[in-house]
C-alpha cells in the first residue's frame, strides 16, 4: 500500500525556504591560483580581439613619398630620377606598384578645366592625357598633366614631381631607359600602360623644345641651361 502525502504532512519552514546554490567541489588534485585562475564572472563576455594591421595588405607601404618641388628647390633632375628609380625598384610585386601610383595620383595637382582642350591632348595613349607646358622668364618650364586614367594620372604626378621646375636642358636629359623601374610588373615592355608614360615624357620634352626655339626667335642671347 502506497503512502500519500497530504498538505498537513509539509512543513511550512519546507514551503518558503529558500534554494540552495549547488557550489561543486574542486578536485583534489587540482590546486587554484589567484593569480592564474582569476575567478569566472556569472555571465562570460566575449569580446572581439583586435587586429593589428598587417603590414602586407597596406594598400601604401613605408617607403618614403614623393613630395612637389617648389621653386626654390636644389635637388636637381639627376638626383630625382635616382630616388624615382629606388622608390619602385624597392616595390618588386607588381600590385604594390599600382598602389604606389594610385596613392601618387590622389596627390597630383588639379588640372585647369579651361585647359582640358583638343591641342593639350597627348596622343598615341590608350587613355585621355591633357599636358599643359610653359617657360617662366627664367627658363624654367612649368608644367600640368591630368588623365581620366587613376594609373596615368599616377605616372603623371610622378613626371611633375621629376620635372616641373626643371630648366629645359634638365628636362631634355631624362630618357625613357632612366625609368624603367616604373612600369607595373607588365610582362611586356609594348604594353600600353609603359607606352602612356613614354608618351607623356615625350610629350613633355617636345613642347620644351618648342617653348625654346620660341624664346630663342625672340631673343637670340636667350639661354635654355640653369
Known amino acids: 500500500m502506497g503512502s500519500s502525502i497530504t498538505r498537513s504532512h509539509l512543513s511550512p519552514s519546507f514551503l518558503f525556504a529558500k534554494p540552495v546554490n549547488f557550489i561543486p567541489s574542486t578536485p583534489s588534485n587540482i590546486q587554484l591560483n589567484p593569480s592564474k585562475n582569476p575567478p569566472i564572472s556569472r555571465f562570460a563576455i566575449n569580446y572581439p580581439k583586435s587586429r593589428k594591421p598587417n603590414p602586407k595588405k ?17 635637388t636637381t633632375v639627376s638626383e630625382k630620377v635616382k630616388s624615382l628609380d ?40 590608350t587613355t585621355q592625357v591633357w599636358l599643359e607646358a610653359r617657360m617662366e622668364s627664367n627658363g624654367a618650364m612649368r608644367f600640368s598633366l591630368d588623365s581620366d586614367s587613376e594609373i596615368t594620372k599616377g605616372f603623371c604626378s610622378c613626371l611633375i614631381w621629376l620635372l616641373d621646375g626643371a630648366h629645359a636642358d634638365d628636362v631634355l636629359s631624362v630618357k625613357t631607359e632612366d ?22 615624357l615625350i610629350g613633355m620634352q617636345r613642347r620644351t623644345v618648342n617653348l625654346v626655339e620660341h624664346h630663342q626667335s625672340l631673343d637670340p642671347l636667350f639661354s635654355s641651361c640653369s
Open 58 to 74: 597596406s594598400p601604401i607601404n613605408n617607403h618614403h613619398h614623393l613630395t612637389f618641388p617648389t621653386k626654390s628647390s636644389t
Open 179 to 200: 625609368l624603367v623601374e616604373m612600369n607595373v610588373g607588365l610582362p611586356s615592355r609594348g604594353n600600353s600602360r609603359v607606352n602612356t608614360w613614354h608618351n607623356v
Open 86 to 125: 629606388f622608390e619602385f625598384k624597392s616595390l618588386p610585386e607588381p600590385i604594390d606598384r599600382v598602389r604606389k601610383l594610385l596613392h601618387y595620383a590622389a596627390i597630383l595637382p588639379p588640372f585647369d578645366e579651361s585647359s582640358r582642350i583638343q591641342e593639350n591632348r597627348v596622343f598615341g595613349c
